[in-house]
């Protein structure tokens, strides 16, 4: 995956992986692909304005250059005040290993990523998170024969735990290939019920029979999986930097046109926009929240 925003890319965007998950004051994102840098710029007013020290939380899915390429240029990494907590199923060798790259003079004027002003804490995640008040639970996902590293990539989810017992939460599989196998089923039990599904959809039926086991799902093969998982609503992502505007509405309203789609609430995930979790009724269904910042 590469960065592409053009032009043709305003609506879904053209940048690579990143996702904010907001919950309250905490300050949560999956992967820090360029959308990592947009999100940073909308930080700096609390950086600089209001003087707030910051922590952040990263949750890596994996290593991969589209997923990691935006840290370098998020700007709280450049404020002693900020502190980077960063996660994954993976060792903080492994961690520090594959982010130091970015920052060992090879690709940028810097000498490590532990020069850097901030500080920055690896967490190896060993079963269920509790962070605040939500529960962060990983599994691994099929990325095909693409990591040759011998390193997994890791689906989310995130679940928030009301004090009536009520709980909402969200799934990210994202670099997942849903064919029929024992890994797609586990993710199917491990998403089953979700209030927000958000899986990777990156190509056309066309398309995936020529890139078949590159790790990444169909949108149909998506859709298939969410009506497995029957979440409130779904999500598609990772959209392929080739695929514009006009092509992506177009596959959509081919997709929205089938029968057999009819019992899901389903979206292309858009660049920069807010979505609820749960559908409190005071907005129309995708229609976004609130623009982010």
Not at 15 to 31: E, F, M, R
Request: aromatic fraction near 10%; include cysteine.
């Amino acid at each position: 995956m590469i960065s592409a925003p053009s032009v043709e890319t305003t609506l879904f965007g053209g940048n690579t992986a990143c996702i904010q998950i907001i919950h309250g004051d905490t300050l949560i994102l999956v992967d820090t692909g360029f959308g990592a840098s947009q999100f940073g710029e909308k930080l700096m007013k609390r950086i600089l304005k209001n003087k707030e020290s910051l922590n952040v939380h990263i949750f890596y899915t994996h290593f991969h250059w589209d997923h990691i390429q935006g840290l370098p240029f998020f700007h709280p990494i450049y404020f002693p005040s900020s502190t980077l907590h960063i996660y994954s199923p993976e060792s903080p060798d492994t961690m520090m290993d594959n982010l130091d790259v970015l920052f060992d003079g090879s690709y940028s004027p810097f000498s490590g990523i532990s020069k850097m002003p901030s500080k920055i804490n690896f967490n190896r995640l060993e079963g269920s998170l509790c962070l605040d008040s939500l529960t962060v639970d990983y599994i691994p996902v099929n990325h095909g024969d693409a990591d040759v590293s011998g390193h997994q990539t890791y689906a989310y989810k995130f679940t928030c735990h009301s004090p009536d017992g009520s709980s909402e939460s969200v799934a990210i599989v994202t670099d997942h290939e849903a064919v029929a196998s024992p890994a797609n089923d586990r993710i199917v039990q491990f998403a089953k019920g979700c209030d927000l599904l958000v899986h990777d959809g990156q190509f056309t039926d066309a398309e995936y029979k020529r890139k078949h086991t590159w790790g990444h799902s169909s949108m149909r093969q998506a859709l298939h999986n969410a009506l497995r998982i029957a979440p409130g609503r779904t999500l598609l992502t990772h959209h392929d930097p080739a695929h514009t505007d006009q092509m992506l509405l177009k596959q959509f309203h081919k997709l929205k046109a089938e029968r057999k789609f009819n019992p899901l609430e389903f979206e292309f995930a858009r660049e920069d926009y807010v979505y609820e979790v749960k559908d409190t009724g005071d907005v129309p269904d995708f229609v976004p929240v609130k623009k982010v910042g």
